[in-house]
């Protein structure tokens, strides 16, 4: 969304705003738990600050490297590039029809990340938070292959519980993070793995040969060496961030930082840099960073690809990143991606030395899950980016609905029933009535023009005013303190109000006859009301919000597609001056009719949810059972212990008594 006078930039002396949202991973198609966990509440915020007119950048893209992506390609018969460019298309596409404003959505696989991300290494090996450890590893000697294997291209037998298609990074039977081959022993006589297990009978996922155990060097960064900077930045920033995100991170604090592996043995990532003092080019020459060292470096590059414009000897890219007096750094992302960005990123920045823009704002969301089960593509599960549409509900209803269920602290669940009625109700009936009775009646009845407000004030909409403004600014600091379901709430609040103007003022025909200058004022406060909310609505339906303003008498100005919006800090109620004209009235909602519920209930994972939850009803049975069991167990134990001790008390009375016979 670069403007016509060139990429958004830095304002000086002003609050300039930089957005991420979380880069979604493509090889695979983005589900409703995806979208509102990151871009879409991303897009809500950015929004909302170019509404508040701040200098906003909003940046994502599609997060392409990693050995995710190869097994992916592989198992699709294409190599990791046309893969790539097929799941972005597909992504941006999703995005585009869910109405998501990024100024730019860019790649991974650019010349601009590869050469930040070499810099950053570069740094961090010259400032020493980079060590060199030898590990044994497998590797496939096959002459077409002859290759270190990474992790995911070894399969085999899981040495817990002997699933026998397990990979070599974690058994998806059991659940339990594995080593691809049994791990050597340490001094100490333990075993040196970062797993549980193993596989047993490893085998390479290409040609199915025995894989060798051979010594390899890989790359670590020092984090260990970083805890103390880490730890000054985070006691200085965790404020600005959601609770579950700051308990997690704390939770890797205590834990103790270690120094973590970023290179693996793939073809399809950032190649390690040559030349670098001390460093082997021909050790590393197979070798690319891992995809979670260099992900977060995409937020950068992406920058750069959009502010520098294909000039890769550009540096206005760092008017955004490397400027953290001046800039305040907004991330979004779900509760899985939390460590990389408050940890390894943050950590990175710091051991280059050089001065970053940091994250000053954290928002992270719990999961969203889907009527009682969980998303799943491959079982046909839930509802997905590209189904939304199939559904043939306009993007805004999708956009309130997920916002209005935003997982902020805690799980939150996708359920038709509750979809369909907070169209019906929430949205038709409150902002939809008002709308409509507002125009219609404007049009019908005066003209369509906005009417003369009476020079002598009436009381009774002073105190609308009043109550409009104390929510307007409960909602600015809602938003911009990232309260995203909050700020929601309190645009249908604002909206009860019009629809309670227009009740206690009993609009009608009537009133237009017996009091035509409080039916003009009524008018002509709802008209400039209806502005207000396009504004404040428009970064939840921002397509809803046009509607508005078309309605209420705005237009584009020419060679634009949207009016523009404001979000002003106090409501004055003139926006819309007496004697312009309105524009033609637009139905915001239809009804949704109730039919449609077992409809998407069945289209969207209707028999497999209903096994979903019967293996969850028999999982909880029998954990039930057990428990009843194990308290029948210690009932009767007690029971057997109380016998026990009545009969010990029997016999030691019986021999008292015999003690006590007299002689004969």
């Known amino acids: 969304m670069a403007s016509k006078n060139g990429p958004v930039l830095p304002q000086p002396g002003k609050e300039n705003i930089l957005i991420t ?21 991303a897009d809500v915020f950015a929004r909302f600050c170019r509404a508040r007119g701040l200098p906003t950048l909003y940046i994502c893209g599609s997060d392409e490297y990693g050995t995710a992506t190869e097994t992916k390609a592989l198992s699709e018969g294409v190599d990791p590039a046309t893969l790539c460019a097929k799941y972005h298309a597909l992504h941006k596409d999703v995005y585009d029809w869910f109405r998501i404003s990024f100024d730019k959505f860019g790649r991974t696989p650019t010349d601009e990340h590869t050469g ?23 590797f496939c000697a096959v002459p077409e ?100 995100c700051v308990a997690i991170t704390r939770s890797w604090i205590n834990n103790g930082l270690k120094p973590r592996g970023i ?53 206005n890219w760092e008017k955004w990143w490397k400027n953290p007096d001046n800039v305040t750094l907004y991330q979004f992302m779900g509760k899985d991606n939390v460590p990389f960005h408050t940890i390894i990123f943050p950590g990175t920045q710091l051991g280059t030395k050089e001065k970053w823009t940091q994250v000053n704002h954290l928002s992270t969301t719990e999961y969203l899950n889907y009527e009682g089960g969980k998303f799943s593509k491959s079982k046909g599960v839930g509802v997905f980016g590209n189904n939304a549409r199939d559904t043939g509900i306009d993007p805004d209803v999708w956009r309130y609905y997920l916002l209005s269920r935003r997982p902020e602290s805690g799980d939150s669940e996708f359920k038709w029933e509750e979809f369909i009625d907070s169209n019906n109700n929430d949205l038709l009936k409150n902002l939809g009535n008002l709308c409509q009775r507002v125009v219609k009646f404007c049009q019908a009845k005066l ?102 303003l078309r309605q209420v008498g705005l237009k584009a100005a020419e060679g634009e597609t949207d009016i523009p919006v404001v979000i002003p800090d106090t409501w004055a109620a003139d926006a819309l001056k007496a004697g312009e004209p309105i524009g033609t009235p637009e139905l915001l909602f239809s009804q949704i009719p109730a039919a449609k519920l077992e409809e998407w209930r069945e289209a969207y994972g209707g028999e497999e949810l209903r096994k979903q939850k019967a293996i969850e009803a028999e999982k909880a049975a029998a954990k039930k059972l057990q428990r009843e069991k194990d308290k029948e167990k210690k009932k009767a134990k007690k029971e057997k212990e109380r016998l026990a001790k009545e009969q010990a008390a029997k016999e030691a009375a019986a021999a008292g008594e015999t003690k006590e016979l007299p002689l004969r």
């Open 145 to 244: 292959h002859n290759t270190f294997l990474a992790d995911r291209y070894v399969e085999g037998e899981c040495s817990i519980c002997h699933d026998l298609g397990a990979r070599g990074d974690q058994c998806d039977a059991c659940g339990n993070l594995l080593d691809p081959m049994q791990p050597d022993k340490n001094a100490a006589g333990e075993d040196e793995s970062k797993g549980t297990g193993w596989l047993i009978n490893p085998r390479c996922k290409l040609d199915g040969s025995t894989p060798e155990r051979r010594k390899t060097k890989h790359l670590y960064i020092r984090l260990d060496e970083l805890n103390k900077e880490i730890t000054a930045w985070l006691d200085r920033v965790e404020n600005g961030w959601s609770a579950n």
């Open 263 to 315: 290179t693996r043995d793939l073809k399809w990532g950032v190649p390690i840099p040559k030349g670098l003092e001390g460093l082997s080019d021909e050790e590393y020459a197979n070798k690319v960073f891992y995809v979670w060292f260099d992900a977060c470096i995409g937020y950068a590059s992406i920058t750069k690809c959009y502010t520098d414009e294909g000039n890769l000897e550009g540096r």
């Open 447 to 548: 003209d369509a023009k906005v009417p003369e407000y009476p020079k002598t004030p009436i009381a009774s909409l002073d105190e609308y005013k009043e109550e409009i403004n104390k929510l307007l600014q409960e909602y600015n600091e809602q938003v911009k303190g990232t309260k995203l379901r909050a700020g929601l709430a309190t645009v249908l609040s604002i909206s009860a109000v019009g629809n309670k103007l227009l009740q206690d003022n009993k609009l009608s025909n009537q009133l237009l006859t017996e009091e035509p200058e409080r039916c003009n004022a009524v008018i002509n406060f709802a008209l400039n009301l209806l502005h207000l909310i396009a504004g404040v609505l428009s970064p939840y339906m921002p397509g809803t919000a046009q509607s508005i």
């Open 21 to 41: 949202s979380a880069l979604p991973y493509v090889n695979n198609v983005p589900h409703l738990g995806n979208i509102i966990g990151s871009v879409l509440s």
């Open 116 to 138: 930040i991300t070499q810099e950053i290494f570069a740094q961090l090996w010259k400032n020493g938070f980079i060590e060199e450890r030898e590990t044994t590893q497998a």
